[in-house]
Antibody, heavy 120, light 111 residues
Framework: QVQLQESGPGLVKPSQTLSLTCTVSGGSISSGSYYWSWIRQPAGKGLEWIGRIYTSGSTNYNPSLKSRVTISVDTSKNQFSLKLSSVTAADTAVYYC????????????WGQGTLVTVSS | QSVLTQPPSVSGAPGQRVTISCTGS?????????VHWYQQLPGTAPKLLIY???NRPSGVPDRFSGSKSGTSASLAISGLQAEDEADYYCQSYDSSLSGYVFGTGTKVTVL
């Protein structure tokens, strides 16, 4: 079955750009009508959808983060990536990647998550 | 900025039935968008529990059930077990935000 795994630096300095990659295994990122999403969760708090990408390259972003977010896909590596610019301590969270099952749908499966701390 | 409201916590004794509400608005649940539910055990990623308002993925016990009416949805857990102690989140789509939204989350405690 499809599995997702996040990777990237665990520590980012304020004002810099957070960069994470999600590697998809057990299936092609291009197969099926799936979108690929990023979701985050600050410690002790709820879930926030960041945005998603379709394998064609089309994207949708959370309006509250849109000015700072870029999601891209590399089908040759079966990966998709997140860049979040001008980070502050408020961006400290566990970041998850997940498969989005359609136009307006649910998330399954999820990666295990990776903690990113914004601190100098 | 959660736009779906859930009770912060619910509790019940083993074997009891508990329900978790998820209240939205006319731009999300009330607009006809489906509601999905996730279970998050401590220290782990969320796991899909219910999709499309009331459907259980393979492997999810039938103790878990979901429903939707108007601008709200509910998750019910019957025959509560110690392993059900976790955080639960609802999720839908919001047309005014043009994106996905999650509920505020509910912690279920088994007494």
């Amino acid at each position: 079955q499809v599995q997702l795994q996040e990777s990237g630096p665990g520590l980012v300095k304020p004002s810099q750009t957070l960069s994470l990659t999600c590697t998809v295994s057990g299936g092609s990122i291009s197969s099926g009508s799936y979108y690929w999403s990023w979701i985050r969760q600050p410690a002790g708090k709820g879930l926030e959808w960041i945005g998603r990408i379709y394998t064609s390259g089309s994207t949708n972003y959370n309006p509250s983060l849109k000015s700072r977010v870029t999601i891209s896909v590399d089908t040759s590596k079966n990966q998709f990536s997140l860049k979040l610019s001008s980070v502050t301590a408020a961006d400290t969270a566990v970041y998850y990647c997940a498969r989005d099952s359609g136009e307006v749908s649910w998330f399954d499966p999820w990666g295990q998550g990776t903690l990113v701390t914004v601190s100098s | 900025q959660s736009v779906l409201t859930q009770p912060p916590s619910v509790s019940g004794a083993p074997g009891q039935r508990v329900t978790i509400s998820c209240t939205g608005s006319s731009s999300n649940i009330g607009a006809g968008y489906d509601v999905h539910w996730y279970q998050q055990l401590p220290g782990t990623a969320p796991k899909l529990l219910i999709y499309g308002n009331s459907n259980r993925p393979s492997g999810v016990p039938d103790r878990f059930s979901g429903s939707k009416s108007g601008t709200s949805a509910s998750l019910a857990i019957s025959g509560l077990q110690a392993e059900d102690e976790a955080d639960y989140y609802c999720q839908s789509y919001d047309s005014s935000l043009s994106g996905y939204v999650f509920g505020t989350g509910t912690k279920v405690t088994v007494l």
